[in-house]
């Protein structure tokens, strides 16, 4: 088991969304890597996007962070090295399958690595077809168990455009042990440990945004709420991709804290007063028993 597992280290809030009008795509990340109980976090110690090649993304949440580099070049070595017009080469078919080929050979390696080299086996095949004979039933039913068990604890988000761009973007998820998950219909995707919470102030958001405007608000509404589970740090990433450019635009942490800023104050404001009195008409008698009136 790498050392950064066994320290618990994190990284911890991913988002990505479409824009269909500017047909762009906002990612927003914190930058925190935690350490569990071990170390004190670092807020502001990781950009987690990475680019794959050709307008295409990555952004990563991780258990074991050793294990992300090695998944993404690997998945960029495969794309290089597909003998097609470059067009081709970066299909949304191709990326998935580059992702997919990549992971599994990580998650091969780490079991290998951690699970049976010690005992001479070089690849999973070579175990499956000696290993009961050399270890018995019981003590090779033991480590079918462990492999089993196995996950890589890495959970990607992958994003680009196709060319050409204007047919619009792509995404989706890779989870281990290298099963992708189109978000082609959702135009909306989170990982890592506030995952579910940004999840859910983006859940009446799906198909995507009509604006850019929109799509970089929400997200940053959506970033913000998941500060409060476990590990997700409060510095943030906000990314526009375009499908008609290569350029990126980040935001200015400026920017970011004043877009924070609105979203508290809005928050504060409590119910509308034409709701609050709604409300209180129609539980007029619920609120007189309360207040003994």
């Given at each position: 088991m790498a050392i950064y597992e066994q320290?618990?280290?994190?990284?911890?809030?991913?988002?990505v969304a479409y824009a269909h009008q500017s047909n762009c795509i906002v990612s927003a990340s914190?930058?925190?890597l935690s350490f569990?109980?071990?170390v004190e976090s670092a807020d502001d110690a990781a950009l987690k996007l990475r680019g794959i090649g050709r307008q295409w993304y990555c952004l990563y949440a991780a258990n074991d962070i050793s294990a992300v580099s090695g998944v993404i070049q690997g998945a960029r070595e495969r794309l290089e090295a597909l003998k097609l017009p470059k067009e081709q080469r970066?299909?949304?078919?191709?990326?998935?399958?580059?992702?997919?080929?990549?992971?599994?050979?990580m998650v091969h390696d780490r079991i290998v690595g951690d699970?049976?080299?010690?005992?001479?086996?070089?690849?999973?095949?070579?175990?499956?077809?000696r290993g009961l004979a050399a270890f018995g039933q019981k003590k090779f039913d033991s480590l079918i168990d462990e492999i089993?068990?196995?996950?890589?604890?890495?959970?990607?988000?992958v994003y680009g455009f196709e060319d050409p761009a204007e047919f619009g973007a792509h995404l989706f998820s890779v989870y281990s042990p290298g099963i992708t998950y189109s978000l082609d219909i959702e135009r909306i995707g989170t990982i890592g440990s506030g995952a579910q919470i940004a999840q859910a102030a983006l859940a009446t958001y799906v198909g995507g945004f009509a604006s850019i405007t929109d799509a970089v608000y929400r997200v940053c509404e959506a970033k913000f709420a998941s500060e409060s589970a476990s590990d997700v740090g409060r510095s943030t990433t906000v990314v526009i991709s375009r499908g008609e450019s290569r350029n990126m635009l980040i935001m200015k942490n400026a920017e970011v804290e004043a877009l924070r800023t609105i979203w508290k104050a809005e928050r504060a404001k409590g119910l509308p007063e034409e709701a609050k009195s709604l409300l209180e008409n129609s539980f007029r008698t619920i609120l007189e028993e309360e207040t003994g009136d």
């Open positions: 320290l618990g280290l994190t990284v911890t809030i991913c988002i914190d930058r925190r569990g109980d071990a970066y299909s949304v078919r191709a990326v998935r399958e580059a992702f997919e080929g990549s992971y599994r050979t699970f049976l080299c010690l005992y001479g086996f070089k690849t999973l095949d070579d175990f499956l077809s089993d068990k196995f996950n890589l604890g890495v959970s990607l988000l």
